[in-house]
């Protein structure tokens, strides 16, 4: 099975240990291994395959830890920087009652912001499956042209390019230039992962169908649209397919979507699928990757925390009889 590269942030969120207060009430906080695309990799991972991590860590021990922990959960970590310029980023997290969450970032400015165009390495894309970014890493600093540079050589070798949104509004200065970025980088998608609460701001439809011609139209082929506790849906030009939400109560939601995503990667490429393969897909067969990854994020969201929650390839088995 060929290999997933991503590229944006690798951080530490200081996790709460007891849910249902704010940040500002929150006594004791656990820091745990956490960033978009790090948890991407992280269920690519755990399921079976091989990923490569690009990122800028800072020369400190949450870097260290960092480091390491992806590294033991099989992520490839021997292209990540260091740097004695600016600390590794740190994200505080709250867990609300319902299973949503509060952020505070600690990144003015974080040492993965830093990280060049020129730190890129070409040859991590070859023979790769795909590229995995999110928007968190798309503001005015070096690493936005660093994804430019790594949706450049990924598209050269061939790769397919996925991009997860992933919204945090409260790391930019308004909204109207998060939205900018986002729509910036909608062209170069092949597979979006749109979540429900980010549809309107991204696209300004309230109804995931009356905003798919236009995603169609600027290119991207494949559109996972997630709705939480209510299931998932896909949509191509020929097919689409939903599956219902799962009866689970969330314990903590932290790297839910980034597991779907990261699931729904793996198994297509796992099935060698390339993007005209999946622009000529059936709903079945997009039905059983909704199931596949609907089922992984039921058991992540049943435990604390996101890569350390993601179940094996061999357990996904014995759930799926």
């Excluded at 590269?5 to 006594?27: H, M, N, R, W």
């Excluded at 920087?81 to 319902?98: C, K």
């Amino acid at each position: 099975m060929k290999h997933l590269v991503a590229i944006g942030e690798a951080l530490i969120d200081f996790a709460p240990q007891q849910a249902g207060s704010p940040i500002k009430y929150t006594e004791c906080f656990l820091p745990k291994v956490g960033g978009a695309p790090a948890n991407v990799c992280g269920a690519y991972a755990r399921l079976g395959g091989r990923a490569v991590m690009l990122t800028q860590l800072g020369k400190d021990p949450f870097g260290d830890k960092i480091v390491e922990e992806l590294a033991d959960s099989g992520i490839n970590v021997d292209h990540i920087s260091r740097t004695d310029e600016a600390n590794t980023s740190l994200a505080f997290v709250a867990l609300m009652e319902n299973g949503d969450r509060e952020f505070s970032f600690y990144r003015k400015p974080g040492a993965d912001m830093l990280y060049q165009p020129e730190q890129v390495p070409e040859n991590v894309f070859r023979d790769a499956y795909a590229l995995h970014f999110c928007s968190v890493s798309l503001g005015d600093f070096p690493m936005k042209e660093a994804h430019k540079k790594a949706i450049e050589y990924a598209s050269k070798a061939g790769a397919v390019i996925s991009f997860d949104p992933n919204l945090r509004p409260q790391l930019w200065e308004d909204e109207e230039k998060l939205c900018t970025a986002v729509k910036e980088f909608l062209p170069y998608s092949d597979i979006l992962k749109l979540s429900d609460e980010e549809l309107f701001f991204i696209t300004g439809k309230e109804q995931i169908q009356d905003a798919l011609e236009d995603l169609f139209d600027l290119g991207i082929s494949v559109v996972l649209y997630t709705k939480g506790s209510h299931g998932a849906e896909v949509y191509t030009r020929k097919a689409s397919a939903s599956v219902p939400g799962r009866d689970k109560k969330a314990v903590d939601t932290t790297g839910a979507g980034d597991g779907f995503i990261g699931s729904f990667l793996n198994q297509l490429a796992f099935d060698g699928k390339s993007l005209e393969d999946m622009k000529q897909m059936t709903s079945e067969q997009w039905e059983h990757y909704l199931t596949f990854s609907n089922v992984f994020c039921g058991e992540s969201i049943q435990k604390k925390g996101a890569i350390s929650s993601y179940i094996t390839r061999e357990q996904m088995q014995t759930l799926l009889v």
